[in-house]
């Protein structure tokens, strides 16, 4: 497998590695720089040569991938008998400097309701490096044609139709996944607040609406669907940047693209 397909595995799979490559080399040294090696929580694809420098890169690798907020970092070695080495001794001569670079896992959105507005939305988002869920029960929402603004795409955009029960996405949906809810239907709308809290693994939940539209949901989700007032709490709405009045919907999308964006930066998420 190429390092190319590996990182493209890990992608897919949601798992957080580190790419290792060989920055420098002076002098003989087991590979030359450019070599890659990918190392995922438990397994790893490709060389840099083996013996100490490899065993080291994954170690420091690995706890990387432990780490909150890992840094890309540059390891120094030098390859002689003289060095005192954690896995074996390396004589070749030469020095070589190693760069571990974080994959981490992409975070991931996803927009219940693609219409006027939660098709701006998309195409903003679709430029930042997330996983990007685009949910509708309307399949016209989702024609391919009306997509096709998100062809040049930097997110991986995943396209979810649901005639019935759009609710049911959520289970589906990466752990940590922020939601955001905007469908052409206030009952809609209610169902999927109900069930986003339902949901445990989720980020945070953002609503769609008016402070009137809110007043009646916040009641119904504590009378009718059981909720205690700190579960509730869990939505935020309205969702947007406050200062921003504009009602046009590409207007209405910056606004709630840069909340979200803004959450990204203060939360760490």
Known sequence: MTWLTAVARLRAGREPGVLVTVATVRG???RDAGAKLVVGQTETWGSIGGGNVEAVAIDRAREMIAAAK????LIDFTLNDKVTNQHGVQCCGGTVSVLLEPLPVPRAVAIFGVGHIGLELARILARQDLDLHLIDSRCDMLAKERLDVLADAVAQVHVHHTPLLPEEVLAELPRGTHILIMTHDHAEDAALCDAALRTPHLGFIGLIGSAAKWAR?????????????????RI??????????????????VSVAADVLRRFETEGT
């Open 217 to 233: 949901f916040r009641k119904r989700l504590g009378t009718e669907g059981g909720h205690d007032e700190a579960t509730v709490d």
């Open 28 to 30: 003989h040294a087991p």
């Open 236 to 253: 935020k709405t309205p969702i947007g940047l406050a200062d921003i009045t504009g009602k046009e919907p590409a207007t209405i999308a």
């Open 70 to 73: 890992p840094e890309p970092e």
